[in-house]
């Protein structure tokens, strides 16, 4: 089944298409600065692994080292993003993905794949029961819920950096954290920008554009975090309705 995936280079990188979301071949400035993204990520060892078609059919994978995330571990694989959407659930393709990355894993030599989960599963998370078919199992915990899985091959485990565990801020307006590993999180932002500025709300938007930074941020965060009164919310994207609800607290 090989052919029927590809894995992005940096020489495929400008021409192919990223399934997180489904274009034509019209520019899209969360595309552009995911791709942007991936082009020195792909340097390091990141895997973006997708169904060679239209559709939304993915892993994307890092060594944990260079993942853009506050966990902290050696010689660690860190699961980003698994997904299969639409037709294409229920034919396997999440097995292969998973097993691609498990397997890639085990040749160069890694103790292990984590990724990131929480007690109950919450949107823009991968699908943490999936994982735990494959032997992923929890290892470390914030207080707000929030869970590592892992999937040790010799027994060693990586964990959540302590700031991770935080959970709060001296900033007391609406603060956001946000990197451009998902496409999708540009359009959030202008949203909230727009939305902010017509209601007269302070906002802080704050682009975490180093790795030091990702390995250092008061949260867990897979590419988006919110806080609001100081305190941490979410790590799920947000649309008009969920920004408001977090504004009336």
Known sequence: MDMDFVNLTTENLASEHLCCIIRSKKSHPGIDAKKQWLSERLK??????KLNAKATVFIEYAPLETAWVPIIGENYYYLYCLWVTGSYKGE???????????????EKGKSGVCMLGAKKQKSWLSDQSFAKR???EVVDTTENEYELLALSFDGTTPKFAESAK???IENK??????DMQCPFVFQTIEMVKQYCE?????????????LQKAKELPCVLNNWAVFYKGNFETVNLLDVNYLKRILKK
């Open 134 to 136: 494959f032997g992923f």
């Open 198 to 210: 017509i209601q007269e709300v302070p906002v802080s938007i704050i682009q975490v554009d180093t």
């Open 166 to 168: 935080k959970r709060n």
């Open 92 to 106: 396997g393709y999440g097995e292969m993905l998973m097993e691609y990355c498990l397997a890639d894993a085990k």
């Open 173 to 178: 307006e609406l603060t956001i954290y946000y």
């Open 44 to 49: 390091e060892g990141h895997v973006f692994r």
